[in-house]
């Protein structure tokens, strides 16, 4: 608070000379009346924010208790609406396009089965049927059995292109979000996100690293058998490892015989120069 030399008070019609300015407002003057009113005023609206802040806290309680309620849930219900009412609509239209065609294939079904059934029973009335009038009949009752669900000039075929909108969690890269993070810090944040995830998508996440690591096995040993870096490095190892298997008593004898090619050598040499 500051005092003012101003003539008069910035609220309009006020005609007392102002006394102060109010932090936060220093280009507006207040006389003392106008000033305890603005900041009564700006009381209330802290008051309000304080308010919605309690308001917003129950929210959240009510969400940690029921996190069905969050708005990304709701967007999925509206999706699923939406998409099964599309799904009725176009079931309906589908509906309405082939009832036609099978109030037309229905009687004609009808016809052929009444032909079966009247030669059926003119065989059994007069006793003049042998085995394959019963085979021929049976194949062509189980033919116009078959025709009725599946008739042979139309049928109900699903068209391979998307009809609805599919969805799918995306999560913002940490990096891109943050990029002053260090390695061990997105390690963390990686380590939290993946605590909290449920158990459901932890074992489908399982599932597919199992299928990634059985795969790099496979590509790995393809890899050696062909003669890559690993395989020849798993080689010298090998042999590393069979030599430093050598037996104890016969190094010694390979020493020993050293050591007397050695004299024999300089014995030679000796003879050599006198």
Not at 116 to 129: H, I, P
């Amino acid at each position: 608070m500051t005092t003012s030399t101003n003539r008069y008070c910035c609220i309009k019609d006020c005609k007392i000379r102002p006394t102060t300015t109010c932090l936060g407002c220093s280009e507006v003057l207040y006389c003392g009346p106008h000033h305890k009113q603005h900041r009564d005023d700006l009381h209330a609206e802290l008051l309000q924010v304080a308010d919605n802040c309690n308001q917003f806290l129950e929210e959240i309680k009510v969400l940690i208790h029921n996190p069905q309620k969050h708005a990304l849930m709701k967007n999925i219900d509206e999706w699923e609406t939406q998409s099964i009412a599309k799904i009725r609509q176009m079931a309906k239209e589908s509906r309405e396009e082939v009832l036609p065609y099978v109030k037309n294939f229905i009687p004609r079904v009808e016809t052929k089965l009444a032909s079966l059934n009247a030669e059926v029973r003119q065989n059994l009335d007069d006793c003049d049927f042998m085995d394959t009038d019963i085979e021929n009949s049976t194949k062509e009752l189980q033919r116009l059995k078959a025709i009725l669900n599946d008739p042979p000039d139309f049928t109900v075929q699903q068209d391979p292109t998307e009809f609805i909108n599919k969805i799918y969690l995306k999560v913002e890269d940490i990096k891109k979000k943050s990029p002053s993070l260090s390695v061990g810090d997105i390690a963390k944040e990686i380590g939290l996100r993946w605590k909290n995830v449920s158990d459901d998508v932890k074992k489908r996440y399982e599932q597919k690293a199992a299928v990634e690591i059985q795969k790099y096995e496979v590509r790995l040993a393809e890899y050696k058998k062909s003669g890559g870096v690993s395989s020849a490095r798993g080689d010298k190892a090998a042999a590393k490892a069979s030599e430093s298997k050598i037996p104890a008593s016969k190094s010694k004898s390979s020493d020993e015989n050293s050591d007397d090619d050695d004299d024999e050598d300089s014995d030679e040499d000796e003879g050599r120069i006198n």
